[in-house]
């Protein structure tokens, strides 16, 4: 069984940057997709970006096209999120995901914190 743990949340000024991880430990897969969702007080939880781990290709919602960028490091099997010019409606928790389809849902990690300040 996969498990994921986040890393790499906290409080950041609008504008800034933050960089999440998210380890894989237990049985690794790598014909699957990892990708993040995040969750805003009060609202559902939201889509943000996956990758395909196979080829590498990345997909993105249009509220963070351009601002944050998903990689995925081959040898240890970490992926990222890159988080640039952050807003004060970035704020939320953030979950690493792993599955076979878009977006990915089938494991879930515990979530990280994401503050953005304005």
């Known amino acids: 069984q996969v498990q994921l743990e986040e890393s790499g949340g906290g409080l950041v000024q609008a504008g800034g940057s933050l960089r999440l991880s998210c380890t894989a430990s237990?049985?690794?897969?790598?014909?699957?997709?990892r990708g993040w969702f995040r969750q805003a007080p009060g609202k559902e939880r939201e889509w943000v970006a996956a990758?395909?781990?196979?080829?590498?290709?990345?997909y993105y919602a249009d509220s963070v096209k351009g601002r944050f960028t998903i990689s995925r490091d081959r040898a240890t099997n970490v992926v990222y999120l890159q988080m640039n010019n952050l807003k004060p409606e970035d704020t939320a928790v953030y979950y690493c995901t792993g599955g076979s389809n878009l977006p990915p849902q089938h494991i879930w990690g515990q979530g990280t914190q994401v503050t953005v300040s304005s």
């Open positions: 237990g049985r690794t897969y790598s014909s699957h997709i």
């Open positions: 990758i395909r781990q196979s080829n590498s290709y990345t």
